[in-house]
């Protein structure tokens, strides 16, 4: 168990690009969250997978927001057209279902959009 | 719908002292209810959790929880605080069961720790 990992630790764009992150989790873990944190604030839901299937997705994410996991291995979180106001930690973290509800983190993505 | 509040963004204490860190929530089902602390530049790390039976649960570090359903609280505690306690530490509530997905998280308060 080598823990969640995320790829990369930090990301440096300009505004209008797009961005990709990639997370691993825990190998036998079937749910996978996404989470974005700005400073001086807790983590924000974004969206959720059972194996390779996203269950829930935030009203407050937008169109430009996409979250894969096709395989129910890996997942990957992409922007489109990327806003100043994206800027943040984007967190993942990975449970096994029905395990009693805690989530493991990996150390996250910061983006920023200059 | 789920929500948290914590009380006090920032709690320093000094070194040997107890620690109390107050969090409420709002559920309109049983919650679990969970504890993460967070150092500089790292993700979340579970101190503890809540689902059921026993309302005092303890967990690593030394700290422990005491769930309140009549105050609708998840308050955290430790009995003396040393210097590698200073980080922010985030309550976090989820749903119970077998809908157990996402959870809810306060706004953080960071403990600070003086020698």
């Known amino acids: 168990d080598t823990g969640v990992s995320q790829d990369p630790r930090h990301k440096i764009t300009k505004r209008g690009q797009n961005v990709t992150f990639r997370c691993d989790p825990i190998?036998?873990?079937?749910?996978l969250y996404w989470y974005r944190q700005t400073l001086g604030q807790g983590p924000e839901f974004l969206t959720y997978?059972?194996?390779?299937?996203?269950?829930?997705k935030s009203r407050l994410l937008s169109d430009r927001f996409s979250a894969e996991r096709p395989k129910g291995s890996f997942s990957t979180l992409e922007i489109q057209r990327t806003e100043q106001g994206d800027s943040a930690m984007y967190l993942c973290?990975?449970?096994?279902?029905?395990?009693?509800?805690?989530?493991?983190f990996g150390p996250g993505t910061r983006l920023t959009v200059t | 719908a789920q929500s948290v509040t914590q009380l006090g963004s920032h709690v320093s204490v000094s070194e040997g002292a107890l620690v109390l860190l107050r969090c409420n929530y709002s559920?309109?089902?049983?919650?679990?209810l969970f504890w993460y602390v967070q150092y500089p530049n790292q993700g979340l790390q579970l101190l503890l959790k809540y689902t059921t039976g026993a309302t005092l649960v303890k967990g690593i570090n030394g700290f422990e929880a005491e769930f309140k359903k009549s105050e609708t609280s998840f308050h955290l505690t430790k009995p003396s605080a040393h210097m590698s306690d200073a980080a922010e530490y985030f309550c976090a509530v989820s749903d119970i069961g077998t809908n157990a997905g996402k959870s809810t998280f306060g706004d953080g308060t960071t403990l600070t720790v003086k020698p």
């Open positions: 190998s036998e873990h079937n749910r």
């Open positions: 559920s309109s089902v049983p919650p679990y």
């Open positions: 973290a990975s449970s096994a279902f029905l395990a009693g509800g805690e989530q493991y």
């Open positions: 997978f059972q194996n390779e299937a996203q269950l829930e």
